[in-house]
């Protein structure tokens, strides 16, 4: 029962409405116990009913103001171009101006958005009914026509989007009718409507070349749009959800430092930051009118060793790094409690496809001794490449550097700035670390970074059987045959792939106490990155 509904209960519709029209105006407990008192009831129910009505109050959404949010990412590369999103930053961005034609809620179940209804009778051919009355920030009203484009570009290698491989699996996207649009797949997937709930599927105009205006149905108009700097966004009045969204305006800015993010926060500069250290969250909560927010989810930092050039071409090197782990020391030093341990394979506990029976790969110098010696490194420096912008990395990259030279291996840890790292260093370093935010489904993540031919497969690892029983998986349609299959893939992943996962990391921000309505989504931090339509500020 929420707040506005208790407190019916206790004095009727009638009052209730006065007493929260009197706390809109600006009334004080004080002031509300007047009223009731004044009004024959007794001083104690009273007390009760005031506590009530200032709780309802605050979880009352308030239309108005402005705030001052840093995500930790910031690159030239920034875009307003949905299939070439590629990080958190672009990802709140996205949130801001687009919708896509599925959202999904804190369960990670696609609901629907600018598809008001979505059925299929075999997985492979999908009706969508779209919304009526939903308009661009131009005024064009939305047609089927802008929802067969925004789909079938992601298959054109000329448009080099990132979702190229979820979108392989698309066979045709066609205007059945006025308000609706089928998409018929190569093969069944139960999982589309979760597709087409993520970032890069968000809804753009027919024909779009030009994303600098990001002209899209979203709850906030783009007002000013710097790539690697900020970008400032204004409510959208013609918004087709009933009083969203709440706030006027939005700044936004990318600060890769997480110590200059809770600088700015604390200090009044900024009302809600992205990736918070572990080790900052209880100066967070210590300072008046500030606070943390969690999501457990399943983000990673990972050591990818690419298989096609350098060590990691060795699979016994490979070995030897992930047996260099001590995961429960990262877990308990690094991540302070706010992870779980990883198995070397992505798909973390909270998933249903998780498999439980794999066994874990434990802390041990002496195997990891072993096929150093099949691998015949010698002496060599590895240089392994690492930055802040991949949460924990740094301190991961350390930890790793000391139990490695414990076994005489010379790992060279090479720390590089935060700006740039995502489009200068991240898949290109033959053996350096990466991050990956949360995906909303298993065959999400395994399609864009583990499949063959996925543009982040960061370790080039390739694998006729692993792609065989992604695509088998992916049109099975008994529930335990599918769960048996992605455990299959988990086990290649965990024995072959060139890519070390220690640890599942919680998303952590940090906020005003005067902002309110986030919730957790576990797609990651700030309300999995579609906080924008959803928060207000206190009065």
Not at 101 to 126: H, N, Y
Not at 128 to 151: N, T
Not at 316 to 337: H, N, P
């Amino acid at each position: 029962m929420n707040g506005k509904s208790k407190l019916q209960d206790m004095v009727g519709p009638q009052e209730s409405l006065e007493l929260l029209s009197a706390l809109k105006r600006g009334a004080t407990r004080r002031d509300l116990l007047a009223m009731l008192s004044g009004g024959g009831m007794q001083l104690a129910l009273a007390a009760g009913v005031a506590g009530t009505a200032m709780s309802a109050h605050a979880q009352t959404p308030r239309r108005g103001g402005r705030i001052r949010v840093a995500g930790a990412t910031a690159a030239i590369s920034d875009t307003l171009d949905p299939a070439k999103m590629a990080n958190q930053t672009d990802y709140s961005r996205g949130t801001m101006l687009y919708n896509g034609l599925t959202a999904l809620d804190g369960s990670l179940t696609p609901q629907p958005a600018l598809a008001e209804s979505f059925t299929t009778k075999d997985a492979k051919t999908w009706v969508f009914k779209l919304r009526k009355g939903v308009s661009f920030h131009d005024g064009k009203a939305l047609q089927p026509a802008d929802v067969v484009f925004s789909l079938l570009r992601h298959k054109d290698a000329a448009t080099a989007s990132k979702a190229k491989a979820l979108a392989d699996q698309i066979d045709s996207v066609k205007a059945s009718g006025p308000n609706e649009v089928t998409v018929t797949l190569t093969q069944p997937n139960a999982d589309l409507p979760v597709i087409l709930g993520t970032f890069n599927f968000l809804i753009v105009k027919d024909g779009t070349t030009d994303f600098t205006t990001g002209i899209g149905t979203g709850p906030f108009k783009l007002k000013e749009f710097k790539p690697g700097v900020r970008s400032i966004v204004v409510r959208n009045d013609a918004y087709w959800k009933p009083g969203q969204p709440y706030l006027d305006e939005i700044s936004f800015v990318g600060i890769g430092d997480e110590g200059a993010r809770v600088n700015a926060l604390l200090s009044g500069d900024l009302d809600l930051v992205a990736a918070v250290n572990p080790r900052s969250v209880e100066r967070v909560r210590s300072t008046p009118g500030y606070t943390i927010f969690g999501t457990q989810s399943g983000q990673y930092s990972d050591l990818i060793m690419r298989k096609d050039m350098g060590p990691g071409a060795n699979p016994d090197f490979v070995l030897a790094m992930k047996y260099l782990f001590d995961r429960e020391q990262m877990r308990k030093s690094i991540a302070l409690g706010h992870a779980v341990v990883a198995n070397d394979q992505p798909i973390d506990p909270t998933n249903r496809f998780f498999f439980a029976g794999l066994p874990k790969r434990p802390y041990d110098p002496e195997k990891a001794k072993f096929h150093l010696a099949k691998a015949k490194v010698g002496s060599a420096r590895i240089p392994i490449v690492t930055s802040p912008a991949a949460t924990y990395s740094v301190e991961m990259a350390l930890v790793l550097q000391q139990s490695a030279a414990r076994i005489g291996l010379n790992l060279d840890v090479k720390r590089m700035p935060a700006d740039g790292y995502w489009s200068n260093h991240w898949l290109n370093s033959p053996v350096g670390f990466g991050n990956v935010n949360p995906r909303p489904s298993a065959d999400a993540l395994l399609t864009q970074f583990f499949k063959s031919d996925a543009t982040w497969n960061g370790s080039r690892w390739k694998s006729d059987k692993f792609d065989q029983l992604l695509l088998g998986a992916r049109a099975e349609t008994d529930a335990a045959k599918r769960k048996q299959m992605y455990a299959d893939m988990q086990v290649l992943i965990h024995e072959e792939c060139g890519v070390g996962i220690p640890m599942f990391l919680a998303s952590i921000d940090g906020h005003s106490t005067k902002l309110k309505g986030l919730k957790p989504i576990p797609l990651g931090g700030l309300m999995g990155y579609s906080f924008a339509e959803n928060v207000w500020l206190e009065a």
